[in-house]
C-alpha cells in the first residue's frame, strides 16, 4: 500500500476522484467489491492491491488513486460487509426483540464474511452504514428508559459479544477440519473423560451441576441464551443514573 499520510485523514471525506481530468476506470466500490470476493474465497490475508488489481484487470499502482492505505480498504470492506443487515421501515416498539435480531443479523454476516472478526475495530464506527446501524439500535432503544450513555453500552457489549461468540466459533471449526477424526468422536472421548474425572468425587460442585441439568450444546441456543442474559441485565438498569440492580 503507499505511504501514510502526513495526517490523519477520513476515507469517507476523500474524494473518489479529482475534479479534473479523464473519468477513471473503476470506481472505489469496484475496488472494495474485489476485495471482498477475494477474503471471502482465500481470507483476508490474501488481499492484496496486486490481487485486486489482477481482479480487476488493471495495474496494481493505478489502485492506490482508489485507496491510498491498507487500513483505508479494510474500512472500506467492513462497512461494505455492514450494508447487508435489513432493517424494517421502522423497531417494532420491543426493544429487547429488535436488539436480538440486530445481534442474529451481525451473527450472520460474520459467518458470510469469516475475515471480519479479523479486521473489524471500533476505529470504524463512523463509517456510513456503522452509522446508519447505530441510529437504527438508538431508536430501537428509545422505549428502553436509561441514559444514553448506558444504550452506547448496550451496543458495544452486544456487538463485543457476538464477535467474541463468532471468533470462538471460528477457532473450533477450524480446528476440527484439521483432526483425523469427527467432531462427534472426539466430543465422545473428551465427554467420556469428563464424567471419569467426575466420578471420583474430586469435583462436587461440577458434579452436582451436572446432575442437576446438562449444558446446552446446541450453538444456536447458547447464542440464543447469553443474548438473552446481556440484555436482562439492562432490563434492570435504573433511569436515574443508570446503574444496574438485582431483578
Same mark, same amino acid.
Not at 231 to 242: C, E, I, K, M, V
Given at each position: 500500500?503507499?505511504?501514510? =499520510?502526513?495526517?490523519?485523514?477520513?476515507?469517507?471525506?476523500?474524494?473518489?476522484?479529482?475534479?479534473?481530468?479523464?473519468?477513471?476506470?473503476?470506481?472505489?466500490?469496484?475496488?472494495?467489491?474485489?476485495?471482498?470476493?477475494?477474503?471471502?474465497?482465500?481470507?483476508?490475508?490474501?488481499?492484496?492491491?496486486?490481487?485486486?488489481?489482477?481482479?480487476?484487470?488493471?495495474?496494481?499502482?493505478?489502485?492506490?488513486?482508489?485507496?491510498?492505505?491498507?487500513?483505508?480498504?479494510?474500512?472500506?470492506?467492513?462497512?461494505?460487509?455492514?450494508?447487508?443487515?435489513?432493517?424494517?421501515?421502522?423497531?417494532?416498539?420491543?426493544?429487547?426483540?429488535?436488539?436480538?435480531?440486530?445481534?442474529?443479523?451481525?451473527?450472520?454476516?460474520?459467518?458470510?464474511?469469516?475475515?471480519?472478526?479479523?479486521?473489524?475495530?471500533?476505529?470504524?464506527?463512523?463509517?456510513?452504514? *456503522?452509522?446508519?446501524?447505530?441510529?437504527?439500535?438508538?431508536?430501537?432503544? =428509545?422505549?428502553?428508559?436509561?441514559?444514553?450513555?448506558?444504550?452506547?453500552?448496550?451496543?458495544?457489549?452486544?456487538?463485543?459479544?457476538?464477535?467474541?461468540?463468532?471468533?470462538?466459533?471460528?477457532?473450533?471449526?477450524?480446528?476440527?477440519?484439521?483432526?483425523?477424526?469427527?467432531?462427534?468422536?472426539?466430543?465422545?472421548?473428551?465427554?467420556?473423560?469428563?464424567?471419569?474425572?467426575? *466420578?471420583?468425587?474430586?469435583?462436587?460442585?461440577? =458434579?452436582?451441576?451436572?446432575?442437576?441439568?446438562? *449444558?446446552?450444546?446446541?450453538?444456536?441456543?447458547?447464542?440464543?441464551?447469553?443474548?438473552?442474559?446481556?440484555?436482562?441485565?439492562?432490563?434492570?438498569?435504573?433511569? *436515574?443514573?443508570?446503574?444496574?440492580?438485582?431483578?
Amino acid at each position: 500500500m503507499a505511504g501514510r =499520510a502526513a495526517e490523519p485523514e477520513v476515507i469517507w471525506a476523500r474524494p473518489e476522484r479529482a475534479g479534473r481530468g479523464p473519468k477513471p476506470a473503476f470506481s472505489r466500490q469496484d475496488v472494495v467489491d474485489a476485495a471482498v470476493r477475494i477474503a471471502d474465497a482465500d481470507g483476508i490475508d490474501a488481499v492484496s492491491m496486486r490481487r485486486i488489481a489482477a481482479d480487476l484487470g488493471c495495474g496494481t499502482m493505478s489502485l492506490y488513486n482508489y485507496v491510498p492505505r491498507k487500513e483505508d480498504l479494510y474500512e472500506l470492506m467492513v462497512d461494505a460487509a455492514s450494508a447487508e443487515y435489513v432493517f424494517p421501515k421502522r423497531p417494532s416498539g420491543d426493544w429487547r426483540a429488535d436488539m436480538t435480531e440486530l445481534a442474529r443479523q451481525t451473527r450472520a454476516i460474520m459467518y458470510r464474511h469469516p475475515w471480519l472478526t479479523r479486521v473489524m475495530t471500533t476505529a470504524y464506527g463512523f463509517s456510513p452504514n *456503522a452509522l446508519r446501524y447505530l441510529e437504527w439500535c438508538l431508536g430501537c432503544l =428509545a422505549p428502553l428508559d436509561v441514559p444514553a450513555g448506558l444504550k452506547m453500552q448496550l451496543i458495544a457489549m452486544v456487538n463485543g459479544t457476538v464477535m467474541a461468540t463468532v471468533r470462538n466459533e471460528q477457532a473450533i471449526a477450524e480446528r476440527a477440519r484439521g483432526l483425523p477424526w469427527s467432531e462427534e468422536e472426539e466430543q465422545a472421548v473428551r465427554g467420556a473423560y469428563l464424567m471419569g474425572q467426575v *466420578a471420583t468425587g474430586r469435583y462436587p460442585h461440577l =458434579a452436582a451441576l451436572l446432575a442437576e441439568s446438562a *449444558a446446552p450444546v446446541d450453538a444456536d441456543e447458547i447464542f440464543a441464551m447469553t443474548i438473552a442474559r446481556l440484555l436482562d441485565s439492562f432490563a434492570t438498569a435504573g433511569p *436515574a443514573d443508570g446503574t444496574v440492580t438485582p431483578a
